[in-house]
């Protein structure tokens, strides 16, 4: 019998990922508590950015950390799957700053239509709007065929699940047989089917 003594190439466990990603939120929950406890005795609260970017920049240290430790791994990885991730890592992080910011403004329901100060809201505005056409561009740049093809259908799914609700909501909402129509809960749910369309074409 022949023993394979050849060394065997070690896969990164995605725990360590997954407890950073985890960790930042907490954390950027901690500097929101902290803020508001703060507020409540009367002192100067933090600006609802300041605690996000602190936990952010500390969780990319630590995924830093873990990329150098595997750099070896990573390296074997052909440069448009490097850049690939690169662009779906960007996109999580956008929707991860987000959050953290809208929640350091006391937004805990994620269809709130609470105010924000305006620097919070010109803040998320360009975040969204720089971030997701970086998270894009990378994104477009690098997919093959099979999934572009699953990201056009999830994409034309996504739109039939906006332009279908809408104008019955708004026609019943005139009507006084539905709520007021709001934006977010259409784009949530156009969203969802785009999601679900694009995994079923990419992994079936």
Aim: aromatic content about 14%.
């Amino acid at each position: 019998m022949m023993i394979d003594d050849s060394p065997r190439r070690r896969i990164p466990g995605i725990g360590w990922p997954i407890a950073i990603f985890i960790g930042t939120a907490m954390l950027a929950g901690v500097f929101a508590g902290y803020s508001e406890a703060r507020a409540e005795l009367g002192h100067a609260a933090l600006a609802p950015w300041a605690g996000a970017m602190i936990a952010i920049a500390l969780g990319a240290v630590a995924f830093a950390f873990y990329v150098r430790r595997h750099a070896d791994w990573f390296r074997q990885w052909s440069p448009r799957k490097r850049l690939y991730w690169v662009g779906l890592v960007l996109a999580g992080t956008l929707g991860l700053v987000s959050a953290i910011m809208l929640r350091a403004n006391g937004d805990t329901d994620l269809m709130s239509d609470s105010a924000m100060t305006p620097t919070l809201a010109i803040g998320l505005s360009a975040l969204w709007a720089l971030g997701l056409m970086a998270a894009l561009i990378i994104y477009h740049r690098t997919i093959d065929d099979h999934e572009r093809m699953a990201y056009q259908i999830g994409g034309l799914a996504g739109f039939y699940a906006f332009v279908i609700p809408c104008p019955i909501w708004w026609v019943l909402a005139r009507a006084s047989l539905a709520p007021p129509v709001e934006a977010m809960p259409l784009f949530a749910f156009s969203l969802t089917v785009n999601a679900l369309v694009y995994f079923w074409f990419k992994f079936r």
